[in-house]
């Protein structure tokens, strides 16, 4: 159901905060529980099941009479500059097919920013609620693109 890529140099399981003059500095210390794409996925496929009401079956013998939806998200930006914002721009697609309409699909971006405090816990939430909202955007065009193939997108 959903295929996630990150920019390589953020996909670790170090934080990776972004300085000034656009100097990265990789955190040893602090860390996600899991590489950031595989995290990303993960979280992300838990809030589309939720919020979708639906189950992933990727990888899964799928019935070729049965609608599939597919959502792939390519994570452009996941930036964290404590004191300042964290940003998920991303590009994201979904898929459709159905045994009576051939296979379609949409593409839509969403830029997403918060203000976060120096705090980097603050920061590590501040992505959370952007996952979610990212989720959410997802979630509420494909469940209207389905239903209405006239849907777009709005690009931010």
Known sequence: MIWVRLPLIVDQPQIVLRQDQGRLEVLENDRWPMPLSEELQEALELLLEKNLGTRNLAGVYKDPLQP?????????????????????????????????????????????????????????????????????????????????????????
């Not at 939806?69 to 994570?75: E, G, H, P």
């Not at 459709?96 to 971006?109: E, I, K, V």
């Open 68 to 156: 599939v939806l597919s959502i792939q998200v390519d994570v452009r930006l996941f930036e964290t500059r404590p004191g300042s914002h964290v940003l998920i721009d991303a590009i994201w697609s979904i898929a459709y097919r159905s045994a009576d309409q051939p296979r379609r699909t949409l593409t839509c971006a969403s830029r997403l920013k918060q203000s976060v405090s120096m705090n980097l816990e603050n920061a590590v939430l501040a992505h959370q609620r952007l996952i979610e909202e990212l989720a959410g955007r997802i979630a509420n065009k494909a469940d209207a693109w389905v239903k209405d193939s006239t849907q777009k997108c709005s690009v931010y």
